[in-house]
T-cell receptor, first 117, second 113 residues
Framework: AQSVTQLDSHVSVSEGTPVLLRCNYS??????LFWYVQHPNKGLQLLLK??????LVKGINGFEAEFKKSETSFHLTKPSAHMSDAAEYFC???????????????FGKGTKLSVKP | DGGITQSPKYLFRKEGQNVTLSCEQN?????MYWYRQDPGQGLRLIYY???????QKGDIAEGYSVSREKKESFPLTVTSAQKNPTAFYLC????????????FGPGTRLTVL
């Protein structure tokens, strides 16, 4: 069975400082992993995805994530936070790809990122 | 513009009433999904459909129903059997190829009065 754990429910940073949002996953085979962002009362937007190619994945708005199989982690980082980054972030694992076919997503409970001026 | 639309954005319902939430996509995606979002719980899958005229229950299907008569449309009915329907509902779609992500609509906020 697959699962996702986001280790922090809330992260607060100052504008211009680095962002680290932590995510661990559990999967019985090579997973597809995603990070989505959600601004208040909006739908979810894809930031980046890992699909067994490069382990360091670059996404939109300066975000990137590194897939570490030995640590079963997929942490999201950004070198310098901007006020517009304040939102909720979801780490997601999919049963799609090698070994799975439904494309169903399993969501973490989310990390709310606050950015202080 | 290609995308997913959901209507209405806000919906108010009296207890005991059924309501239907609309979801339409023009991305030519085969698969469509409905999720429910509650604060601090992430998203939970209600129903999904891989092809027209076929759909499967997700993790929390009780009190909900769907139909998939057209590829571009996947309406969700919240019935009076759903005990706690107040939530934010999100529709998504996906092309049926491996590794493809889901694209989300803007959501409908349902409040039961």
């Amino acid at each position: 069975a697959q699962s996702v754990t986001q280790l922090d429910s809330h992260v607060s940073v100052s504008e211009g400082t680095p962002v680290l949002l932590r995510c661990n996953y559990s999967s019985s085979y090579s997973p597809s992993l995603f990070w989505y962002v959600q601004h208040p009362n909006k739908g979810l937007q894809l930031l980046l995805k890992y699909t067994s190619a490069a382990t360091l994945v670059k996404g939109i708005n300066g975000f990137e994530a590194e897939f570490k199989k030995s640590e079963t982690s997929f942490h999201l980082t950004k070198p310098s936070a901007h006020m517009s980054d304040a939102a909720e972030y979801f780490c997601v694992v999919s049963d799609s790809g090698y070994g799975g076919s439904q494309g169903n997503l399993i969501f973490g409970k989310g990390t709310k990122l606050s950015v202080k001026p | 513009d290609g995308g997913i639309t959901q209507s209405p954005k806000y919906l108010f319902r009296k207890e005991g009433q059924n309501v239907t939430l609309s979801c339409e996509q023009n991305l030519n995606h085969d698969a469509m999904y409905w999720y429910r979002q509650d604060p601090g719980q992430g998203l939970r899958l209600i129903y999904y459909s891989q092809i027209v005229n076929d759909f499967q229950k997700g993790d929390i299907a009780e009190g909900y129903s769907v139909s998939r008569e057209k590829k571009e449309s996947f309406p969700l009915t919240v019935t009076s059997a759903q005990k706690n329907p107040t939530a934010f509902y999100l529709c998504a779609s996906r092309h049926s190829s491996p590794y493809n992500e889901q694209f989300f609509g803007p959501g409908t906020r349902l409040t039961v009065l």
